[in-house]
């Protein structure tokens, strides 16, 4: 079945960097909608950043722009968050998603990702100041 796993998260001071990895399984892995979501406590979830896979293309929500990227690495089937010039604000829980569908672009894959094929498991980021 679709499955995506996810690892690596924690704790950073502000203006430090976390790398957070997520590997897919049980589907093709080119040619789909990855992302990106956190949810801090009390407030909605959001999505920090998507991909098509294979597709070189990236969207970015506004607040992790420039400081935050999302890449692939196919030969291992698995999306990363390098998460540079981290903000006590990036506080969150972090999950990665996966829908099964191609998009021209990967600013399409939020109203797909509403109802994704599978969620990771989740990890805990914490920046403190």
């Known amino acids: 079945q679709v499955q995506v796993v996810q690892s690596g998260g924690g704790s950073a001071e502000a203006g430090g960097r976390l790398i957070l990895s997520c590997a897919a399984s049980g589907y093709p892995f080119r040619s789909n909608c990855m992302a990106w979501f956190r949810q801090a406590q009390g407030k909605e979830r959001e999505a920090v950043a998507t991909i098509v896979t294979g597709g070189h293309s990236e969207y970015y929500a506004d607040s992790v722009k420039g400081r935050f990227t999302i890449f692939e690495d196919s030969a291992n089937n698995s999306i990363y968050l390098q998460m540079d010039s981290l903000k006590p604000e990036d506080t969150a829980m972090y999950f990665c998603?996966?829908?099964?569908?191609?998009?021209?672009?990967?600013?399409?894959?939020?109203?797909?990702?509403?109802?994704?094929?599978?969620w990771s498991q989740g990890t805990q980021v914490t920046v403190s100041s």
């Open positions: 998603a996966t829908r099964r569908v191609w998009v021209p672009n990967a600013s399409k894959c939020l109203s797909h990702l509403a109802q994704p094929d599978a």
